[in-house]
């Protein structure tokens, strides 16, 4: 049997595209249903979130300007 699936974010409307399951960009490694419009608005949304929120410290970065630092370690 075929499972029919419905995109994640079809109450936002305007599905396109087939639906099939998606990778999680959160790392959940959860992934979900979507259609390949709603996949690329997620995959835009995270290039927006990856750009305000980058792995490795800015250039310009100073870690005594205010006390902060860019690692995990509290």
Known sequence: MDEILECL???QG???GDIEY???LSGTGI???R??????????RQDEINRRYP??????????Y?????DEDY
């Open 14 to 16: 305007q599905c396109s």
């Open 66 to 70: 205010a006390g902060e630092h860019w």
């Open 22 to 24: 998606r990778y999680a």
């Open 31 to 33: 992934s979900y249903p």
């Open 55 to 64: 792995y490795n410290a800015p250039s310009d970065f100073d870690p005594m």
């Open 35 to 44: 259609c390949d419009k709603h996949w690329d608005d997620r995959c835009e």
């Open 9 to 11: 974010d079809a109450y």
